[in-house]
């Protein structure tokens, strides 16, 4: 019944902390987790307990160290693969181990994963032979370990010896001290260094050959010390003297194998063939909890009281946790409760249940140690609807008719009708009649005077199937249907067959086709449906929906109570929650909004619809997987959400965080090729569920994703292929009951692929331009190659042919002149490391600007792509200047088709910027323009830079060959010798340098 324990757990959220024996006294099943040797990867046997500083729960298992978050178990094998038989945590926090021959300390590594530090270096090579560590205890700032050969004491970095004869079993801690068990001696208490003392008195345990399994000073002061065989005794100073209590024999014949006082009083004790008995703590019995309340296995060989109140069992078939004074109980097919239960009742003082195989009754107990189970009724075996107390009997609801049950341990029920019947309201305006739901219609039955009871005819108005049945104080029956609303008969005046049925339905403000039951709420008729919950209003003609603040409009399942009590009903909410919600009885005229008492996981799946109140204090629940009995009087704030603990990190396979709380990781800047990470985190919500974990999950990588994911029980994920930036993790815990906790951030950042830095980029810059430099010597010697075959065939031709191929291969090599490409290749390499975006721009004009300057198959090219080359060579001198050159380019529109020959313009803008930039006191100022003649048709050009004219034959600023201009005139002459030759000079406002060339 996972479902049911998990019911039990929200319920424990919920309900009152308060106790008493006689609650125990009904049986039940506590509220249990197992845990089996699948769930943990492990060993069944199991022999410590221990919880860490950090929630965790730590056990001892055959094979190993165990660990346990809440989400997941781990294992930690032992270095000689011995089995771990003791756990101790000292005050800095850390975990001391006894093994087999071993003895250590967990610590963590460089990534904070937890290993084993072994200390049998510190032991003499003579006593390492010790056998197995029974118990390890943190006392006196040492830690005690005791073995069968004796003690050792591990004391600021040294261990000391203490060798006793003939010990068996573990160490007992009384008033700080550690006392350890000699069948020779007796008790004796062991010091450091060396000194022992046998207590007084306690030879009194040789004689009886006690093996001593425990001591506990309870709260009067009384210490109890615990034998194996021979039950509990009493240690004073005197000595030890048998404690002879309730539960001596059943202890005796059970063998106590450990034992815990819980931090109420009590006093828990694990025995070795019935499970675990709790005591109070005067000696009386106050529960049993073995096979028959669900345990897998009777021997119990460590006891652990978590900080939420959790008892966990160490056995040798598993682990277990449960709940010792948890006051709710259940009973499903274990307990002898079969089937669906449908209603619950207390009689003669046992309770009764009403299921779907027939009529059962929790058998009594003669002794608190028996088990109390439900038993079948005699005789009742059919599916049972519902049950009603009428005095000294008991009316039974059935699907073969009415049944009446005597008070008697031995009555049997005898049948009183044969129609199938649902529910029995008795009535308070007419005593001896008793209203009975059917399939068909309602019926009533009269008590005789002899005390028999008889049947009376249905009534006529109605043979609609009836669920439930209501009386109002002014004598009218009201009754709800599965499928058609409610309806109601005048029966004021006492029962008659043909009274008048009034119905309402949809067009009285039910939701229609849907179950209805009736209750009686602050003095008003209420209807629960799968709509919520409706009173009757507008005069007693019609319902309208309870407005009452709080009040769910969700299905209602079951309801409990009246005008002078507090009321209870449940309710299906939204999304699949289950809720249980508490109605409080008016205060002064006016009734509080209802509470809700739990809100339970939407993948609950247990259904109950059925509430019965039996006190002040006390519910009853029943549904599809048995009854549950809970105390409802005090209810409790719910505990804080679950904390995320961080427990494994991987990045590209390397561990970041082992898991270890006392690590810190800072923020990891992940190099791009672990760029694959996973996350493992816990969370310490020991509480069942359905599906076996108490805890759920949700993720959100923020530079990934958009928002919080659903909720799961995935307890870790991985993330692959991540791209290059930062990343922070957030995981958010909620426990069974929605109580969602603080969340976990991690932060981290993916660096970029090596390819992708600014290294990379400056090695990638230079190879381009080893690749362009590489691919210019090749063009230029293959083009050198055939402008020398092709002289070489044309010796003949003429003159001006000759200067035209030589002023177009001087142009060429003015145009790659090696100076200009490094220059151009040292300005993108000093933008590397400063703007990449600026050096790959600049690659691409010094890649346009040789597209168009070496592959320009025409020998004329329009103006406009004459003036696009000139943009990208002037791009490229410009980033070499920088501030120190403007250019200007201006070609008109209505000129940019006209043809010239190709890099005509080219040197003449090369001179400008060579000879302005150095007669320039500051930034040189060139500007080109291309207009059209205003007379005849054709275009003029003019180049105009800053700076002074030298005349020919003075002495120039600069080297000069003079090829540059002659070039341009020779290509003119060649191409059009009618054009106006080129003319050269100072500018006509005397600012500057212009050459001016007018093209028909």
């Not at 087999?100 to 006593?127: C, M, N, W, Y």
């Amino acid at each position: 019944m996972p479902a049911l324990a998990f019911l039990l757990v929200s319920l424990f959220f919920a309900v009152a902390t308060v106790r008493s024996a006689e609650e125990w006294q009904e049986g039940g099943r506590p509220l249990t987790r197992l845990f089996s040797r699948f769930d943990y990867r492990g060993s069944s046997s199991n022999w410590a307990l221990a919880e860490g500083p950090d929630g965790l729960i730590w056990a001892g298992n055959n094979q190993g160290l165990l660990e346990f978050d809440g989400a997941d178990w781990r294992l930690l094998p032992m270095p000689n693969g011995s089995a771990v038989r003791s756990l101790v945590f000292a005050q800095d926090g850390r975990c001391y181990v006894g093994a087999q021959d071993d003895l250590g300390v967990l610590e963590s590594d460089e990534s904070g994963t937890r290993v084993f530090r072994s200390l049998l270096d510190h032991i003499p090579k003579a006593d390492r032979g010790f056998g197995d560590v029974w118990s390890v205890h943190a006392l006196d700032n040492a830690i005690w370990f005791k073995t069968t050969s004796g003690v050792f004491v591990w004391r600021k970095g040294a261990m000391q010896v203490v060798k006793i004869e003939s010990t068996t079993g573990g160490g007992v801690e009384r008033d700080g001290k550690l006392y350890v068990f000699s069948a020779e001696k007796g008790l004796v208490c062991v010091s450091v260094p060396g000194e022992t003392s046998v207590v007084p008195g306690s030879t009194t345990l040789l004689a009886q050959k006690a093996l001593v399994r425990g001591a506990w000073t309870l709260l009067d002061g009384t210490t109890v010390l615990a034998t194996e065989s021979t039950g509990l005794w009493r240690w004073t100073d005197e000595g030890v003297a048998p404690w002879l209590i309730e539960p001596d024999a059943w202890l005796r014949e059970n063998r106590i194998y450990t034992g815990l006082k819980l931090r109420n009083g009590r006093l828990v004790l694990g025995t070795v063939r019935g499970g675990v008995a709790v005591l109070h703590p005067d000696g009386r019995w106050q529960a049993r909890y073995g096979r028959a309340q669900g345990l897998p296995d009777s021997p119990v060989l460590r006891l652990l009281e978590d900080r939420r109140n959790g008892l966990w069992l160490a056995l040798e078939n598993g682990l277990a946790r449960i709940e010792p004074s948890l006051p709710v109980r259940a009973f499903g097919e274990a307990e002898g409760v079969r089937g669906i239960v449908n209603d619950s009742v207390r009689f003669a003082g046992r309770r009764y249940a009403a299921t779907s195989l027939g009529l059962v009754r929790l058998r009594g107990a003669e002794k608190a140690t028996d088990d109390t189970l439900f038993e079948p009724v005699p005789g009742v075996a059919k599916e049972c609807w519902s049950v009603l107390v009428v005095g000294e009997e008991l009316v039974v609801c059935t699907a073969d008719g009415v049944w009446i049950l005597g008070s008697a341990p031995d009555a049997v029920a005898r049948q009183v009708t044969q129609q199938y019947a649902y529910t029995a309201r008795r009535s308070r305006r007419h005593p001896g009649l008793i209203y009975i739901a059917l399939r068909q219609g309602v019926t009533a039955l009269q008590r005789e005077a002899n005390g028999s009871w008889r049947e009376l005819p249905p009534l006529s108005g109605t043979k609609d199937e009836v669920w439930s049945l209501l009386e109002d104080p002014e004598g009218r029956l009201w009754a709800g249907t599965p499928y058609r609303g409610v309806w109601r008969a005048d029966l004021q005046d006492g029962y008659r067959p043909d009274a008048q049925v009034e119905i309402f339905g949809e067009g009285e403000g039910l939701p229609g086709a849907t179950p209805t039951m009736i209750a009686r709420v602050d003095g008003q008729i209420a209807v629960a449906t799968d709509a919520g919950l409706f009173r009757l209003a507008g005069g007693g003609k019609r319902f309208e929906p309870w407005d009452a603040p709080d009040v769910p409009r969700d299905p209602i399942l079951g309801m409990a109570g009246d005008d002078t009590q507090d009321f209870y009903f449940l309710a299906r909410e939204k999304g699949g929650k289950f809720g249980l919600f508490r109605w409080p009885v008016a205060i002064g005229g006016v009734r509080p909004a209802p509470e809700r008492l739990v809100e339970f996981a939407p993948y609950a799946r247990f259904e109950c619809w059925e509430i019965t109140r039996e006190d002040q204090t006390t519910l009853w629940i029943g549904g599809s997987e048995g009854l549950l009995r809970i105390n409802a009087s005090q209810p409790r704030e719910p505990a804080p959400g679950p904390r995320v603990i961080l427990r494994r990190w991987e990045a590209g396979g390397d561990v970041l965080h082992g898991g270890a709380p006392e690590r810190v990781v800072p923020p990891a800047r992940l190099e791009y090729a672990k760029n694959r990470v996973r996350f493992a985190v816990g969370a310490t919500a020991f509480a069942p569920e359905l599906g076996g974990t108490a805890v759920r999950f949700r993720w959100w990588l923020e530079g990934l994703e958009s928002g919080w994911g659903p909720w799961t029980q995935e307890f870790s994920r991985e993330f692959t292929n991540l791209g290059e930036g930062a990343y922070r993790l957030r995981v958010q815990a909620a426990d069974a009951f929605g109580v969602a906790g603080p969340e976990l951030l991690t932060e981290f950042s993916v660096l970029p692929p090596w390819y992708r830095t600014p290294l990379a980029y400056a090695g990638w810059v230079a190879l381009a331009a080893a690749g362009i430099a590489l691919l210019l010597r090749w063009r230029l010697a293959r083009q050198r190659s055939e402008l020398l075959l092709a002289q070489r065939n044309r010796e003949r031709l003429l003159r001006a042919e000759t200067l035209a191929r030589d002023a177009q291969l001087s142009a060429l090599r003015s145009q790659v002149n090696p100076h200009f490409l490094f220059n151009a290749l040292n300005a993108v390499r000093a933008r590397v490391g400063e703007s990449p975006e600026d050096a790959r721009t600049m690659l691409g004009q010094l890649a346009g600007y040789f597209r168009r300057t070496l592959e320009t198959p025409a020998a004329l090219v329009p103006l406009r792509e004459e003036f696009a080359a000139l943009a990208d060579y002037v791009a490229l001198e410009r980033a070499r200047f920088g501030a120190r050159l403007e250019v200007t380019l201006d070609c008109a529109e209505d000129v940019g088709g006209f043809e010239v020959p190709a890099l005509l313009l080219q040197p003449l803008v090369e001179n400008a910027i060579k000879y302005g930039s150095v007669t320039t006191p500051e930034s040189a100022l060139i500007q080109v323009e291309a207009r059209a003649l205003r007379g005849p048709r054709g275009v003029e050009i003019v180049v105009r830079n800053s700076g002074a004219w030298v005349e020919p034959g003075q002495a120039a600023p600069t080297e000069s060959t003079g090829t540059g201009l002659a070039n341009v005139r020779e290509r003119l002459a060649q191409w059009r010798p009618d054009a106006r030759p080129l003319e050269a000079g100072p500018a006509p406002d005397g600012q500057g340098v212009e050459v001016r060339l007018q093209l028909p």
